[in-house]
């Protein structure tokens, strides 16, 4: 059997390099004194080969191999450091506690909030905010709720001055929007309201509501009911039971409350429910003709729906959280908790 | 709203259970909100016969008694006089619990063992008598439920009512929704022993005369309507007991048989009436007038209360005897001795009872239900109905036909419905029959008119006045639940996503990847700033204003969490701020984020055995993060020892800093920041080729005398530094003793786009910049 040539054992050299990552210590070794040994390593005889070969030849085949050994070494290097390592890891105690780092984390309420935006994007709805302080107008009278009828008293109301208001709730957006955009609108949004309410585990001065509201040509009863359904069984889980039932807001008609199964029992009744298996979570409806006649719109050519809901009470529902007072205490240990919740 | 669950029977004529009518009002729009069972307290008492009684062995006042409970014959001890064999009485067994909380245990009587009490009726709290025992008058089954015997386990639910409807304010009311659904009439109870028929009302259109009393309205804006009858010659006392027992289940309090009749009639067909006693009325007139200014009145409450214009008075020759719509007047107040009285039903206006009502400051049962309107049209059967009660419980006569004074009769206009209007709305189709089938049982008339149905809305329902309202009874008779659930393809919205919220979210997603806890504070505190807007009435000193920036509530925070001994915070928060205006205007508002931090920098891990805290360069580098993502274009600038960021128009927009706050010893300094947002996210920046060519570094150790910046010294080198600076960055500083000043080492990176920079392409930028230096601030090279 004739010597191997040149080219052949410079191939096979190279195939080491696809062994030498995966190789064990004793093979790192074997291969070493192989390939890059002094007297029979295979690239020194190679090296030493080569005077016998045509000058062009030579010059070509010693750049190669020179290459090629500067490569073996580095990945034999590489192994063995990779190799060094594992091994003082393996002589430390790995049920040590690793190295962390600061997390931080979105208020669970405003998580709430932009799931549940999210979920109307999905429905073709953008995201809109609106000013906190306002005026009676459009807290009120646009939104049919006349200053001397008693549906006021539904509203403890912040006054700045005469006439002007901290919100009682983001309906005023509707009237704004409804002012400034041509139908098709559907928008949520989100945003602090005030009630002059004492704050107790349940109730709080200042707290975050969602409005929805949708105008188009056509939107029945039938779109709303789907509307919220659909947000309902994305929100919660997909077989959670939706209830609407009639109520009174002077900005919608036929107005709705709308409730879904409880998330504690699953609709058999317990103390969350106060034993009726479902949940208020958003008063609703369709939206008063009245409304659209204050704000332009034709109500013999649009009809449309709105909605408004409390992520504070959603978030204490969805998170069983006891006490509202602890949404606004900012203490660490109960952020800390939201850190890794979904 | 109370109502007894066995009075709404009576009136539907059915019994009712208090599950189905709870569920049945929730889907009618009417939740109930509790269901008390009236005498809970005396679920375990049952009642039992006594077969023998003997002489206690070792006591004389005691007896010894053999007490059937129906299923057992029990040995009881029983110390009242009045114990006779052969008679039932309330019976408590051993281990039910009384009214006042006791629980009956076994126990030895003078060595005799009792098993069980029997009961009084003081002991049942059922009445004052405690003399003895409570002998019963019933055949019910030994054994039974004490109060099922007596009839006494009605159960009341508390409705809740919406502003919109009055006429759920009385068992009538409710009644009628309920009958709507279930398909059963509402019918008035017979009133036991009553006459059957009152006299017929008298109109008048200002003014009238019953029984020598001058009826008059002569404010016809205030009041509407106003019925009176006179009736001589009652007897003032207490009401029979069914009528008490109706008032005591839905938790009103039992005054006299005058007084009780106008609650009940309110309770049941929602006219609230006044009764007064005739002989106390000056002239005897009783007018019906606007209120001047400066008037008083001693009210039936005991309090004086001074009149003022725009209320309706009720008055007799000497003055206002009541305050029209929301309580009557001590003076003419029915007592003990009374014996002619004069009844009245009145309609006033609703906004007027409102702002008479809020002027006051007291809502009564009447002006609650005038407020919202109660029935004008149906007043006069509430009245021929209080009249006959009255004739029934205290006695009487009419003196004349009562007076009807009734200067412009209201006409309740009729609603016109397009059958396909439904459908606009509703989004089902819904059939004329049917239509008209739930619009008949609410108990509106309907009948054709063209292609539309004329509807007549019944007087109690105030708040039927145009087609949408009739669209919401359909849907609520049908039941919600009819409607389907189709989700169908919509078009896109005009309107679009707010931009500043995309800002909100950036800034949220980088600060909670900076570790910070995102906080939410109450924007209502205390004033700070000269520019904060009070609110009128704040619910507390400390909660009158609007906050003017957001740094003042994360302190708060910080306060609140070394309250619970955390010693690591942070915090963060995106809100508005206020600041006040001209009184014309709104509040201006400002959407800003802030940051608050104290304590380690890094969560504390055994390979660093003390973690550093964190200080003003974490808060500088969050200023500088935020800002360049989210604040309105600008620049940090550092001035005076503080970090400031100025827009491009120089204004101040954001801060970074040390903040001032009492520190506990055990925790750690704290710093924060604060930044405008800016109104919309900016355009996505363009790509930069990454470099092809290497980089040549030179890193300087440079002596800053006192007073000279490190911003200064960047300035020089960025000037002085020639076309391949790259960049510049401090990377070390050193003081000590042994210099003057401090030392601050530069790294400067200077590179070529399109070829390998040699040594000498940039030895002479750096001896520019090294003579600049010199030359301009004093800086050498150490």
């Not at chain 1, 105008?215 to 779109?223: A, C």
């Not at chain 2, 009538?172 to 028929?197: F, M």
């Not at chain 2, 609650?368 to 009245?383: H, L, S, W």
Request: with cysteine.
């Amino acid at each position: 059997m004739s010597k191997p040539s040149a080219r052949d054992e410079l191939e096979a050299v190279a195939a080491t390099l696809t062994e030498i990552p995966h190789a064990d210590p004793n093979r790192l070794s074997e291969i070493r004194i192989d390939v890059l040994g002094r007297k029979a390593g295979r690239l020194s005889g190679l090296l030493r080969s080569l005077g016998t070969l045509a000058p062009d030849e030579r010059r070509e085949l010693g750049r190669q191999a020179n290459d090629l050994k500067k490569q073996v070494e580095e990945a034999l290097d590489r192994r063995q450091a990779q190799m060094d390592v594992a091994e003082t890891t393996s002589a430390q105690d790995l049920t040590m506690p690793g190295r962390t780092r600061w997390r931080g984390t979105i208020h669970p309420v405003n998580r709430v909030v932009d799931e549940i935006c999210d979920i109307f994007k999905e429905l073709g709805f953008s995201r809109v905010t609106g000013p906190e302080a306002e005026t009676e107008e459009y807290n009120f009278t646009k939104l049919n709720i006349p200053l001397d009828h008693p549906a006021v008293d539904m509203h403890d109301t912040f006054y700045l001055a005469d006439g002007h208001l901290l919100r009682t709730h983001t309906s005023p957006m509707q009237a704004r929007i409804m002012e400034h955009y041509e139908p098709p609108v559907r928008i949520v949004v989100p945003g602090v309201v005030y009630r002059r309410d004492a704050f107790d585990a349940s109730h709080a001065p200042v707290f975050e509501q969602l409005e929805g509201l949708v105008v188009d040509e056509g939107v029945t009863f039938v779109d709303f009911k789907a509307g919220i359904d659909y947000f309902v069984k994305h929100f919660f889980t997909k077989d959670t039971t939706v209830r609407f039932r009639p109520s009174f807001f002077p900005f919608t008609e036929p107005s709705a409350e709308v409730d879904v199964q409880c998330q504690m029992c699953r609709g058999s009744g317990c103390s969350t429910c106060k034993g009726t298996g479902f949940l208020e979570i958003m008063g609703a409806g369709m939206v008063h003709p009245a409304v659209f006649e204050n704000c332009g719109i034709d109500p013999e050519r649009y009809t449309g729906y709105a909605f408004g809901m409390g992520p504070h009470r959603i978030t204490m529902l969805r998170y069983g959280i006891p006490d509202i007072r602890l949404l606004y205490e900012n203490d660490m240990r109960f952020l800390d908790q939201y850190v890794s919740a979904t | 709203m109370n109502v007894s669950l066995e009075w709404l029977g009576v009136l539907l004529d059915t019994k009712l259970d208090a599950g189905h009518v709870s569920h049945e009002l929730a889907m009618l729009g009417s939740p109930v909100e509790s269901v008390t069972r009236a005498n809970e307290g005396l679920d375990d008492v049952i009642v039992a016969l006594v077969e023998r009684v003997e002489q206690h062995p070792n006591a004389d006042r005691l007896s010894v008694c053999q007490v059937n409970n129906g299923s057992e014959v029990l040995e009881v001890v029983c110390g009242a006089p009045n114990v006779a064999a052969g008679v039932r009485y309330p019976f408590a067994p051993i281990g039910s619990v009384l009214p006042g909380g006791v629980k009956l245990k076994r126990s030895k009587i003078r060595g005799v063992q009792s098993n069980g009490m029997l009961c009084s009726a003081k002991e049942l709290e059922l009445g004052g008598d405690a003399d003895g025992i409570m002998p019963l008058d019933t055949d019910a089954a030994l054994g039974t439920k004490l109060v099922t015997a007596l009839g006494m386990d009605d159960v009341c639910l508390d409705v809740e009512v919406t502003p919109n409807r009055p006429d759920l304010l009385c068992h009538r009311g409710v009644a009628r929704e309920l009958g709507a659904v279930i398909g059963r009439p509402v019918k008035l109870q017979h009133i036991p022993g009553g006459p059957g028929e009152t006299k017929t009302l008298q109109r008048h259109d200002q003014s009238g005369t019953v029984g020598g009393l001058e009826v008059r309205i002569e404010d016809t804006d205030g009041c509407y309507r106003f019925l009176a009858a006179v009736i001589r010659g009652v007897r003032i006392g207490p009401s029979p007991d069914w009528l008490q027992r109706r008032l005591q289940s839905v938790g009103q309090r039992c005054i006299n048989n005058v007084v009780d009749v106008t609650n009940y009639i309110m309770r049941e067909m929602n006219h609230p009436m006044h009764a007064y006693d005739l002989d106390r009325l000056a002239g005897p007139t009783l007018i019906a007038r606007a209120a001047a200014g400066g008037e008083k009145l001693n009210t039936l409450d005991g309090v004086e209360r001074a009149m003022q214009s725009g209320m309706t008075m009720i008055c007799d020759a000497n003055g206002p005897t009541g305050i029209g719509g929301v309580m009557g007047g001590a003076s003419s107040e029915v007592r003990v001795d009374t014996t002619n009285i004069v009844l009245e039903a009145a309609f006033f206006n609703p906004k007027r009872i409102r702002k008479t009502r809020v002027a006051l400051q007291m809502s009564t049962d009447a002006s609650y239900r005038f407020e919202r309107g109660v029935d004008i049209q149906g007043m006069t059967d509430a009245f021929h109905r209080a009249v006959e009660l009255l004739l029934t419980t205290a006695g009487g006569e009419e003196a004349d036909n009562p007076v009807d004074i009734y200067p412009k009769p209201v006409r309740i206009p009729s609603v016109f419905l397009r059958p396909e209007q439904v459908q606009r709305v509703l989004g089902v189709e819904i059939g004329r029959d049917e239509i008209e089938k739930y619009l008949t049982a609410l108990g509106f008339a309907v009948a054709p008119k063209d292609d539309r149905i004329a509807v007549q809305p019944p007087g109690w329902r105030p708040d039927v006045t145009r087609d949408v309202d009739l669209i919401e009874e359909i849907a609520r008779v049908r039941g919600y639940d009819s409607f389907p659930t189709v989700l169908r393809p919509f078009r896109p919205s005009q309107v679009p996503h707010e931009p500043q919220e995309a800002v909100k979210g950036r800034a949220r997603v980088m600060l909670t990847g900076f570790g910070l806890h995102e906080a939410r504070s109450s924007s209502l505190g205390p004033q700070v700033g000269e520019d904060a807007q009070a609110v009128l009435n704040p619910l507390s000193m400390e909660e009158k204003f609007l906050r003017t920036d957001l740094i003042a509530g994360l302190v708060r925070a910080v306060q609140h969490n070394w309250s619970v001994k955390q010693r690591d915070i942070r915090l963060f928060e995106v809100g508005v701020v206020f600041a006040a205006q001209a009184a014309v205007r709104l509040p201006k508002e400002t959407l800003r984020v802030a940051g608050i931090v104290t304590g380690s920098q890094h969560p504390h891990h055994w390979s660093i055995p003390n973690s550093a805290d964190f200080d003003i360069w974490d808060v500088k580098s969050f200023l500088a993060g935020i800002a360049g993502e989210c604040g309105p274009p600008g620049r940090i600038v550092t001035d005076e020892g503080r970090v400031t960021y100025y827009d491009q128009g120089g204004t101040v927009r954001g801060w970074a800093g040390p903040v001032t706050v009492d520190v506990p010893a055990w925790a750690a300094p704290v710093f924060g920041f604060e930044l405008d947002l800016a109104t919309s996210l900016r355009a996505p920046r363009s790509h930069t080729d990454l470099p092809d060519q290497p980089a040549i570094e030179r890193d300087l150790a440079l002596m800053l005398p006192d007073g000279i910046s490190s911003s200064q010294v960047e300035a020089v080198i960025k000037k002085r530094g020639g076309g391949y600076l790259e960049s510049c960055a401090v990377f070390d500083e050193y003081r000590g003793t042994d210099i003057v000043g401090r030392s601050v080492a530069w790294r400067l990176v200077f590179r070529a786009r399109d070829k390998t920079l040699r040594d000498n392409d940039i030895d002479g930028a750096v001896d520019k910049v090294l003579r600049a230096l010199t030359e301009q601030l004093g800086v050498q090279r150490r």
